[in-house]
């Protein structure tokens, strides 16, 4: 069973900065693809960002609302994967997941809420 911890969510001004981090149970980076999800209240989870394993290349992927503003990355030492999140919009208010996924294995965290102030 893989557990996966998010920190780094809060509030903050539009315009400003947060970096989520999200620190797994194993040595999962090597394989799982790992990726950030969000769910603002009366809406559907989506997708924000995904970043392959070691044996994928670590490829990125965003989704086009946050292209240019967030960066996905990973620590494969310390097993964990950071959301870099820079000119936050209102838009951005959610609760972001973190996912691991191997094939038919799907893993979430808890979630972080982030709160952006117009």
């Known amino acids: 069973q893989v557990q996966l911890v998010e920190s780094g969510g809060g509030l903050v001004q539009a315009g400003g900065s947060l970096r989520l981090s999200c620190t797994a149970s194993g040595s999962i980076l090597n394989m799982y693809t790992m990726g950030w999800y969000r769910q603002a209240p009366g809406k559907q989870r989506e997708l924000v960002a995904t970043i392959s394993s070691i044996s994928g290349r670590g490829n990125t992927n965003y989704a086009d609302s946050v292209k240019g503003r967030f960066t996905i990355s990973r620590d494969n030492a310390k097993n964990t994967v950071y959301l870099q999140m820079n000119s936050l919009k209102s838009e951005d208010t959610a609760v972001y997941y973190c996912?691991?996924?191997?094939?038919?294995?799907?893993?979430w965290g808890q979630g972080t809420q982030v709160t952006v102030s117009s």
């Open positions: 996912n691991a996924h191997y094939f038919r294995y799907d893993y």
